[in-house]
Nanobody, 118 residues
Framework: VQLQASGGGLVQAGGSLTLSCAASGNGFGIGVMGWYRQAPGKQRELVAT???????NYVDSVKGRFTISRDNVKNTVYLQMNSLKPEDTAVYYC?????????????WGQGTLVTVSS
């Protein structure tokens, strides 16, 4: 199973970006999907998660600005980011709980850079 993230870029403060991450492969199932981010010199932190049933969870710093969603048919998770702030600058990673051949494991995408200028 591979996760391919896209959508990062450079945006001015107050702007918007949408990230997407698609899982590909054969014979797998996807459970919880999420987005994490890692800013320079900081630890990776959870941004948002979403279950197959669309229950969502957000870190306090993005509540009201970011929206996570998913398409279970396409095995794709999205992160709509509005009102971006310079402190949102980070490499964003998608994560998925993958079920495959009776086992469950976490899979990470390659990361996509989001830079917010002031």
């Amino acid at each position: 199973v591979q996760l391919q993230a896209s959508g990062g870029g450079l945006v001015q403060a107050g702007g918007s970006l949408t990230l997407s991450c698609a899982a590909s492969g054969n014979g797998f199932g996807i459970g919880v999907m999420g987005w994490y981010r890692q800013a320079p010199g900081k630890q990776r932190e959870l941004v948002a998660t979403i279950t197959r049933g669309a229950n969502t969870n957000y870190v306090d710093s993005v509540k009201g600005r970011f929206t996570i969603s998913r398409d279970n048919v396409k095995n794709t998770v999205y992160l709509q980011m509005n009102s971006l702030k310079p402190e949102d600058t980070a490499v964003y990673y998608c994560n998925a709980e993958v079920s495959y051949r009776g086992g469950t494991f976490g899979s990470w995408g390659q990361g996509t850079l989001v830079t917010v200028s002031s």
